[in-house]
């Protein structure tokens, strides 16, 4: 494809820096290119809606689908690396979710939208973990933390680049199995060109396990730090129930606000473009001055912006959501640049998959959680939930300075 000379230098012996920045390129690239497919399906469904006469519940099935196929496979995922190498895994996610996006083009009911955008969903549980652990073993201290704090930036990059691309194909009259079935053609031609790409430069590969691999039990997860890794655990699902429901509330918020439906519906766009930035700042933010403090900095903002959102009106909520959204999603680059240092570094993959396979749970229960809490009491004081939600992880830094004191200043 588009990298063969960069390919072939790697094969005839790359320095550390070269093999290093080409890692984080092709794992920015798989990540962005999954979490682009996976946030064109919002995009997708009033589209799906409107077609085929679905009803709300449908719709909230749909997206079910596609996020319980993650959530269920992101744990085994992780495991597999460990025999298999990640390179094969990652190439397999993104041609399943090219495979599954064709599938999903040629649906002609709810139930081929279903087994199509199923099959997309099971493609991409094989790139979280198995990238943040090809990342986090290339890189060491804080260029840890910026390296994966780029990753994650990566993802909210893909996902504006494929909902805005949709968005205004499906405006220039482009049908959305045109949209579905060119998205998947893009994803099966970058999965083939990843995995050429690595096995040239020799990343990621599989094969018989290293001598101190096999010594571990393949019970044992090399958690060095049980208290501190549950303590993370934590903070990362209450960062993503709260970082989810606000995702899913702010247009509803700017609705009630009398904001013009278009312009309510940037919301959403503009909290996505400081995640993007945020997601790389916060990285920079915890080598700087450390985990802990850097967290506790980012949840305090968090919640008083949740809260000025909340009560601006419209033209200065809008204003404040991309401040929001750099703390309130670039808190998750913090924790997960800090599995890392909790995890034996022959078991990266299994602890990144633990990790996000707790942070998918927080992603169905926060909507669901606040949903509730919207219908009983109100959108305000769901949005007060939220920050109020967002600070409980302040207490648990202490258990987590704990277990990183020893590389804390």
């Given at each position: 494809?588009?990298?063969?000379?960069?390919?072939?230098?790697?094969?005839?012996?790359a320095t550390p820096d070269a093999r290093r920045k080409l890692t984080l390129a092709a794992c920015c690239g798989t990540h962005g290119v999954q979490d682009g497919l996976t946030a064109s399906i919002y995009v997708l469904l009033p589209v799906l809606a409107q077609t085929f006469g679905l009803g709300y519940a449908q719709v909230g099935m749909i997206r079910a689908v596609h996020g319980g196929a993650m959530w269920v496979l992101e744990l085994p995922s992780g495991m597999l690396s460990e025999r298999f190498g990640q390179r094969g895994l990652l190439a397999f996610g993104l041609l399943c979710g090219g495979a599954g996006y064709?599938?999903?083009?040629?649906?002609?009911g709810f139930t081929g939208v279903l087994l199509g955008l199923g099959i997309a969903g099971c493609g991409a549980a094989f790139q979280h973990s198995l990238c943040s652990s090809l990342v986090s073993g290339q890189f060491e201290g804080p260029a840890r933390r910026t390296a994966l704090g780029a990753y994650n930036a990566s993802g909210d990059a893909g996902k504006l680049a494929f909902t805005g691309l949709a968005t205004a194909l499906l405006g220039a009259g482009v049908g959305w199995q045109g949209v579905a079935s060119g998205y998947g053609?893009?994803?099966?031609?970058?999965?083939?060109?990843?995995?050429?790409?690595?096995?040239?430069?020799?990343?990621?590969?599989?094969?018989?396990?290293?001598?101190g691999e096999r010594a571990m039990r393949s019970t044992d997860w090399g958690i060095r730090h049980p208290f501190g890794f549950t303590a993370l655990a934590s903070i990362a699902f209450l960062?993503?129930?709260?970082?989810?429901?606000?995702?899913?509330?702010?247009?509803?918020?700017?609705?009630?606000?009398?904001?013009?439906?278009?312009?309510?519906?940037?919301?959403?766009?503009?909290?996505?473009a400081g995640g993007?930035?945020?997601?790389?700042?916060?990285?920079?933010?915890?080598?700087?001055?450390?985990v802990v403090r850097a967290l506790v900095l980012v949840e305090l903002l968090s919640a008083a912006g949740i809260v000025a959102v909340l009560f601006a009106p419209v033209a200065l909520a809008l204003c404040l959501l991309p401040v929001v959204g750099v703390v309130l999603q670039g808190s998750s680059t913090i924790t997960y640049g800090t599995v890392g240092d909790l995890?034996?570094?022959?078991?990266?993959?299994?602890?990144?998959?633990?990790?996000?396979?707790?942070?998918s749970g927080a992603a169905v229960v926060g909507p669901i959680a606040f949903g509730l809490v919207s219908d009983g009491l109100g959108l305000g004081a769901a949005m007060l939930a939220m920050a109020v939600v967002v600070v409980l992880p302040i207490p648990l830094c202490l258990l987590l300075r704990g277990a990183l004191r020893p590389a804390l200043p």
């Open positions: 494809m588009m990298f063969p000379p960069r390919a072939a230098a790697m094969k005839r012996g064709f599938a999903f083009s040629m649906a002609g053609a893009l994803v099966l031609v970058a999965g083939a060109g990843l995995f050429l790409l690595l096995r040239a430069a020799r990343i990621g590969g599989g094969g018989a396990r290293s001598g960062d993503i129930a709260v970082q989810d429901g606000f995702l899913v509330f702010v247009t509803f918020l700017l609705l009630q606000k009398q904001a013009p439906a278009g312009l309510a519906g940037l919301g959403v766009v503009l909290t996505l993007m930035v945020g997601k790389l700042g916060c990285g920079l933010l915890a080598a700087r001055i450390g995890v034996d570094e022959r078991r990266h993959s299994r602890g990144f998959a633990l990790i996000y396979t707790i942070v």
